[in-house]
Structure formats: structure tokens, C-alpha cells
């Protein structure tokens, strides 16, 4: 048995193929999904005596109370001050490429007159506190902290609440350097459906947010999904795709690695290789089986090569192109001499990946852009998270006197053909000729 499917898009059988590689069940877990409810309801009835008694039961770790699960600004300084050099150094690079990339999203207040004297516009604002989930305990993502952080703080955010858990009392010294560099205001070592419900319905210790950021494990996800509408929350991600188009001017094993990259996540990652070069799809394949016995997730990347990956033969660049806006990836990577050609006919993707020394692992930690990002075909109508998504737009209206008299004809007009008279009367109160003589000096 092969270690990755060949599909070739000239054969009969292909679109039934593709659909089938695509095809990924997104449905709730049930199990998951009620347990998730059961938490969330007790936490809003209970508030930090939950968050306690859910943090024994599921991390091992038991607290008199939740100043206990606090960590205080003198710890989140100290991780960053131990930390090593390098890696420090690593840390402070990424994040301000990260913070340079996301000043150039912010949005802003703008107004316009018309000729009457009309106003109108749109005011930009912060939103007030957000929370941020990153895994913790052995896990560590400081990459995503910061990716969550930072643009909720170019964004202007007044507070950002971090919640991390530490499984058995194991905190991650660099996920707490992270939240020093980024600014964190309050941090608590908590997580799974507990955390997000905190957030949520607010504790005696933990205030409501509006908005809730950040990965995590299934129970996060379905908490999550439940609590939306009580806040914001920045999207359901589904697993780690990569989609490389490429022209066989990239060496092979760098391609091969890049497929690695995504398929190590877990699984049910994907990644697939579009190239119009079968000799290439070849040195592609040899690359995957040589280097795949030197990679310490090799079991994992060997069961998602097998599930959901492959490398298609298409008939051109063009049809490449075509198939990446039907597949609408997470990554995609435009591993060609010429990737300017090509952009304009890409529609469908979360981040693009521009020439072959462009690789997806750049994006995942140090490049600027997010890499919060679609997945699932979500790319055909949601975008990366951004300084955006922590802000909120308000429409102003201010309308003259001569205005009121021209745009109350017509909302008059609309309003009686509605059925909706007072909607109608407010408009025509305003028109001079309805007022009496006191109320137009």
C-alpha cells in the first residue's frame, strides 16, 4: 500500500475522489458536546466553586480558591526574564513582526457630508475585555498566544483575561513569557469547558468578557460553540490543511517537508500537492517515503498521509488554481517561479504563501500575518483573525434640518407602504410642512 493517494484530474473518476478527500465529518460529538453543557450550566450557576471543583476532576490540581489559580504580573515577568537568550530573543522577534503586520489592519473613524448639511459615518471602537484559551500544562503555544494577543491590543482592548490550564500544577514558562511580552492583564491557570464558561457568564473572580479567542481541545470547541451569542467568539477551527501548486522548480524534499508541516498536527490533518509534472509528483512521493522515518511524529503524519492527503497530477497552473478555490484551504502555497501570475486567479484561501522560500512554517510563528486562520472550507467566506475582529463599527447619523425633509418624504413613503404608521409618523412629524409655525423657527 502506498504512503499518499495519486489522483490524476484528467481521469473519469476524479470529482467523485476529490469530493470524497474533502469530505470530513464536522458533526458535534454528542458525548462531547453534552458534557460541554453540563459544565457550562453548572459554571454559571456556581461560578468559581465549579471552576474549582472542574479544575481538580480534570487537571489534577486542587486550590482553596481562585486566587490560588491567579498568576500575578511579578510570575509572568520572571518566566520571561529566565528565559533563555535565544529563545527570548526568538519570542521578542516574532512578536514584533507580529504587532508591525497587525498596525497596518486597524480600522478607523470616518464621516462624510452630503449637501444639506447630513452627516453620516461610522465610529470605531475597541471592544472593552476579551479572553483568551491557550493550551498549557506540556503543550506549549506562545506562537498563538501571541497571534491572539497582540492584534487584540493594536485593536485598543482595554483588558485581555488569559486562561491556561496547568494539568498536575505544570505552568509553561513559555506561554507565561509570552503573556508578559504581549501585555496580558490577568491570567488564571485554568481551562477546558470551565474556563470558556467563565468568560462567558463572569465569576465572582473572573470577569465576563466579549469576546473569546484562541484553540483548544474538543470540549473548548463545543463550550465554545455553546456560549456564542452570550459573547463573540473567533471561529470552530477544524484540523490543519496545506494545499501546495506547484511547477517542479522547487527542490522536492522542500515541498515534501512542507506536507509534513500540516500532516504532523494530527490524524486528520490535510495536505495536498497540485502539480501539471508527473516525473515531479514522483520525486515528491520518493522525498515523503525517505524522510518520513526521521521525523519523531511519523505515526502521525503516516495515518493522516493515509487518510485525508494526496498528490494530484492536473492539466495546468490554471487548473491547479481553479481546483485551490474549490478546495478553499487553511495554507496554500504558491511553490512556482512565477506566483505573482497566479495570484489573481487564487479567491479561496486563509493565507498565501508567495515562491518557494515562503514556507508555511514561517506563517505559523514569525512572518506577521495570523496564522488563526479558515479551515474546512471556510475560507470561501470568513478571513484570517486580525486587530478587526476586536473591534466594533457604529454607524452615525446626523441629519440637518434641509435632510430631514427630503429622506422623511421618502422613510414616510416606505414606511405606509409597510404597514408600519408610526415609523411613518416619526419621519413626517420632522417635515416642516407637518410641524406647526413654533417648531420650524
Same mark, same amino acid.
Given at each position: ?174 506561554? +507565561? ?103 515531479? +509528483? ?160
Amino acid at each position: 500500500m502506498s504512503l499518499i493517494r495519486r489522483l490524476v484530474a484528467a481521469a473519469p473518476d476524479f470529482p467523485a475522489a476529490l469530493d470524497a478527500l474533502l469530505r470530513f465529518d464536522t458533526d458535534d460529538d454528542s458525548t462531547v458536546d453534552q458534557a460541554a453543557a453540563a459544565i457550562l450550566a453548572d459554571v454559571k450557576v456556581r461560578g468559581d466553586a465549579a471552576v474549582l471543583e472542574y479544575t481538580e476532576r480534570f487537571d489534577q490540581v486542587r486550590a482553596g480558591s481562585m486566587a490560588e489559580l491567579e498568576i500575578l504580573q511579578p510570575e509572568l515577568a520572571q518566566a520571561l526574564a529566565s528565559l533563555p537568550a535565544v529563545q527570548r530573543a526568538a519570542l521578542e522577534t516574532a512578536a514584533a513582526r507580529i504587532q508591525a503586520y497587525h498596525e497596518h489592519q486597524r480600522l478607523v473613524s470616518w464621516r462624510y457630508s452630503e449637501s444639506d448639511g447630513t452627516e453620516l459615518g461610522q465610529q470605531v471602537t475597541a471592544l472593552e475585555r476579551v479572553g483568551l484559551y491557550v493550551p498549557g500544562g506540556k503543550a506549549a503555544y506562545p506562537s498563538s498566544l501571541l497571534m491572539n494577543a497582540l492584534p487584540a491590543r493594536v485593536a485598543g482592548v482595554a483588558e485581555i483575561v488569559l486562561v491556561s490550564p496547568s494539568p498536575r500544577g505544570i505552568r509553561n514558562p513559555l506561554v +507565561l513569557a509570552a503573556a508578559a511580552l504581549a501585555g496580558v492583564d490577568r491570567v488564571f491557570a485554568i481551562g477546558g469547558a470551565q474556563a470558556v464558561g467563565a468568560l462567558a457568564y463572569g465569576t465572582r473572580s473572573i470577569p465576563a468578557v466579549d469576546k473569546i479567542v484562541g484553540p483548544g481541545n474538543a470540549y473548548v470547541a463545543a463550550a465554545k460553540r455553546r456560549v456564542f451569542g452570550v459573547v463573540g467568539i473567533d471561529m470552530i477551527a477544524g484540523p490543519s490543511e496545506i494545499l501546495v501548486i506547484a511547477d517542479a522548480s522547487t527542490d522536492p524534499d522542500w515541498v515534501a517537508m512542507d506536507l509534513f508541516s500540516q500532516a504532523e498536527h494530527d490524524e486528520v490533518s490535510q495536505a495536498i500537492l497540485l502539480c501539471p509534472d508527473r516525473a515531479y +509528483l514522483d520525486a515528491v512521493e520518493e522525498a515523503l517515503v525517505r524522510r518520513l522515518p526521521t521525523l519523531p511524529r511519523q505515526e502521525i503524519i503516516r495515518a493522516s498521509l493515509a487518510n485525508r492527503c494526496a498528490l494530484i497530477e492536473v492539466g495546468s497552473l490554471g487548473q491547479a488554481c481553479e481546483l485551490a478555490n474549490r478546495i478553499a484551504p487553511e495554507h496554500l502555497e504558491l511553490s512556482v517561479l512565477d506566483p505573482e501570475a497566479l495570484l489573481p486567479q487564487i479567491h479561496n484561501a486563509g493565507a498565501i504563501f508567495m515562491g518557494a522560500y515562503s514556507s508555511e512554517a514561517l506563517g505559523d510563528y514569525c512572518a506577521g500575518p495570523n496564522h488563526v486562520l479558515p479551515t474546512a472550507r471556510t475560507a470561501r467566506f470568513s478571513s484570517p483573525l486580525g486587530v478587526y475582529d476586536f473591534q466594533k463599527r457604529s454607524s452615525i447619523i446626523k441629519v440637518s434640518r434641509a435632510g430631514a425633509q427630503t429622506m422623511g418624504r421618502v422613510a414616510r413613503e416606505l414606511a405606509m407602504g409597510e404597514g408600519l404608521a408610526a415609523h411613518a409618523g416619526s419621519a413626517a412629524l420632522r417635515l416642516e410642512e407637518s410641524a406647526p409655525p413654533a417648531a420650524r423657527l
